[in-house]
């Protein structure tokens, strides 16, 4: 089971940017990583990924205004989101494969 730690979330206003982070305990060059989010009320929702090989994938809301990249050098995923909304509130959620989680990190968006 790795670990994985989340940051960079927080209060930003519509229009504006975030780069959220995921770092995890151990080697993860081998492994599929994303993001998915969950608003209040909703259920929990694909948003990025990318595999070891470097194919992504973005659902239809993230794309144009989201990135995903990876360090595998720091077992680490970053998701930079711009022209944010609204709907966009969330808390982010950092997975590797299929099976773990990080903690979460809010995101909140100020109309």
């Known amino acids: 089971q790795v670990q994985l730690t989340e940051s960079g979330g927080g209060l930003v206003q519509t229009g504006g940017s975030l780069r959220l982070s995921c770092t995890a305990s151990r080697d993860t060059s081998d492994s599929i990583m994303g993001w998915f989010r969950q608003a209040p009320g909703k259920e929990r929702e694909f948003v990025a990924g990318i595999s070891y090989s470097g194919t992504i994938h973005y659902a239809d809301s993230a794309k144009g205004r989201f990135t995903i990249s990876r360090d595998n050098a720091k077992n680490t995923v970053y998701l930079e989101m711009n022209d944010l909304t609204p709907e966009d509130t969330a808390v982010y959620y950092c997975?590797?494969?299929?099976?773990?989680w990080g903690q979460g990190t809010q995101v909140t968006v100020s109309s």
């Open positions: 997975k590797v494969n299929s099976t773990d």
